[in-house]
């Protein structure tokens, strides 16, 4: 059995949780918070999830961990055959691990009720090996999450109400997707699904705040959660959409006014050596926000998928993505080298912090 090294509350974790279970692959979990030192040597970098495989083998970052299991487990596949359907299922993925992550966050740590909830797992979960009253842990946890993801990542009363909203422009785009699916892509979860069960899952759909307003107004989200929660009971053939159907596109068009925007300015900012960077999304001024070495790895991964299509397949990708700023996906004037992974080992790469 492989050995997951997570936390029950983690956006990651709950979103490769979510594909083990429905490809029916065991797994038992454990927090790798009191074994930094085993982790570090062997993974490269503490952080969730990571597997840890019965011949020793290492695995890391939930996007490349799932496409290499994809290559060793190809019943109920998850990527799309068709390659177009296949570059925008990436896409929405990477949107839901890299945009909502602020907003989740946000929502978690923002809000009393809450962060005290969320401060007392994670002072037993993450700082339990620490030698310190559980009080402490708490407040310790309470103050790292607030200075590293709130005020750290742009965050303030100005863009708070930005913040928040994009949760609600997900709810929209999802709904709509799901009005004649029971998962974004077909009748079976793709990488799209499991891109989204990370903010949805441990975020929106556990945390009191945003969990409320699922289960009160998105009854049909929280619906689609338990199904991809539970898809190993699915009994049907896989049967994933071979175009990108039109309820897509207001899914399409957030992602390009507010995740697109976001990598490109990291990327600039990355390229010109810069620690903090700014951005104005949809109207909304964000500053002081952190450069990180991996959202521009991102942009580098969706590049090479897109460059990886034929050309037929890639004028249809134009046609899907015709809003502002999109061309960043094909057009390489921002630079987009990250130095990570450059010989693409991942997930046996020595990990990185991602965020």
């Given at each position: 059995?492989?050995?997951?090294?997570?936390?029950?509350?983690?956006?990651?974790?709950?979103?490769?949780?979510?594909?083990?279970?429905?490809?029916?692959?065991?797994?038992?979990?454990?927090?790798?918070?009191?074994?930094?030192?085993?982790?570090?040597?062997?993974?490269?970098?503490?952080?969730?999830?990571?597997?840890?495989?019965?011949?020793?083998?290492?695995?890391?970052?939930?996007?490349?961990?799932?496409?290499?299991?994809?290559?060793?487990?190809?019943?109920?596949?998850?990527?799309?055959?068709?390659?177009?359907?296949?570059?925008i299922a990436l896409l929405?993925?990477?949107?839901?691990?890299?945009?909502?992550?602020?907003?989740?966050?946000?929502?978690?740590?923002?809000?009393?009720?809450?962060?005290?909830?969320?401060?007392?797992?994670?002072?037993?979960?993450?700082?339990?090996?620490?030698?310190?009253?559980?009080?402490?842990?708490?407040?310790?946890?309470?103050?790292?999450?607030?200075?590293?993801?709130?005020?750290?990542?742009?965050?303030?009363?100005?863009?708070?109400?930005?913040?928040?909203?994009?949760?609600?422009?997900?709810?929209?785009?999802?709904?709509?997707?799901?009005?004649?699916?029971?998962?974004?892509?077909?009748?079976?979860?793709?990488?799209?699904?499991?891109?989204?069960?990370?903010?949805?899952?441990?975020?929106?759909?556990?945390?009191?705040?945003?969990?409320?307003?699922?289960?009160?107004?998105?009854?049909?989200?929280?619906?689609?959660?338990?199904?991809?929660?539970?898809?190993?009971?699915?009994?049907?053939?896989?049967?994933?959409?071979?175009?990108?159907?039109?309820?897509?596109?207001?899914?399409?068009?957030?992602?390009?006014?507010?995740?697109?925007?976001?990598?490109?300015?990291?990327?600039?900012?990355?390229?010109?050596?810069?620690?903090?960077?700014?951005?104005?999304?949809?109207?909304?001024?964000?500053?002081?926000?952190?450069?990180?070495?991996?959202?521009?790895?991102?942009?580098?991964?969706?590049?090479?998928?897109?460059?990886?299509?034929?050309?037929?397949?890639?004028?249809?990708?134009?046609?899907?993505?015709?809003?502002?700023?999109?061309?960043?996906?094909w057009d390489h004037t921002?630079?987009?080298?990250?130095?990570?992974?450059?010989?693409?080992?991942?997930?046996?790469?020595?990990?990185?912090?991602?965020?």
């Amino acid at each position: 059995m492989i050995k997951l090294w997570g936390i029950s509350v983690s956006y990651y974790t709950g979103k490769l949780e979510a594909y083990l279970r429905y490809k029916g692959i065991p797994y038992e979990m454990d927090n790798p918070f009191a074994h930094q030192d085993y982790i570090k040597k062997n993974a490269g970098a503490v952080q969730v999830p990571i597997i840890e495989r019965e011949d020793g083998a290492f695995l890391s970052d939930s996007t490349p961990i799932i496409q290499h299991m994809e290559t060793e487990l190809p019943d109920r596949p998850v990527f799309p055959t068709d390659p177009v359907v296949r570059f925008i299922a990436l896409l929405i993925e990477d949107y839901a691990d890299e945009w909502l992550w602020r907003s989740a966050m946000n929502y978690r740590w923002s809000n009393e009720n809450d962060r005290e909830l969320l401060s007392s797992i994670l002072a037993d979960e993450v700082a339990g090996h620490l030698k310190a009253p559980r009080f402490v842990r708490r407040r310790m946890v309470k103050r790292r999450q607030l200075a590293r993801y709130i005020k750290g990542d742009g965050v303030t009363p100005e863009t708070r109400s930005h913040v928040d909203a994009g949760y609600f422009a997900a709810l929209r785009s999802m709904a709509s997707m799901l009005e004649t699916r029971p998962f974004l892509l077909g009748n079976a979860p793709s990488i799209a699904d499991f891109g989204l069960m990370g903010p949805m899952l441990r975020h929106y759909g556990q945390d009191p705040t945003p969990a409320a307003i699922m289960r009160n107004d998105w009854p049909a989200i929280a619906e689609w959660v338990a199904r991809v929660w539970n898809a190993s009971s699915l009994t049907v053939e896989p049967d994933l959409v071979n175009m990108v159907p039109d309820d897509a596109a207001p899914m399409l068009q957030e992602v390009a006014q507010t995740h697109l925007v976001q990598l490109r300015e990291n990327a600039r900012a990355f390229s010109a050596g810069h620690t903090k960077f700014k951005m104005t999304v949809q109207g909304c001024h964000y500053k002081n926000l952190p450069v990180t070495q991996y959202r521009v790895y991102c942009l580098e991964r969706l590049r090479e998928e897109f460059d990886n299509l034929s050309d037929e397949h890639k004028a249809k990708v134009k046609a899907l993505l015709p809003y502002e700023g999109c061309e960043l996906l094909w057009d390489h004037t921002v630079e987009a080298k990250s130095g990570h992974d450059v010989d693409r080992k991942a997930p046996f790469a020595h990990g990185i912090n991602i965020v």
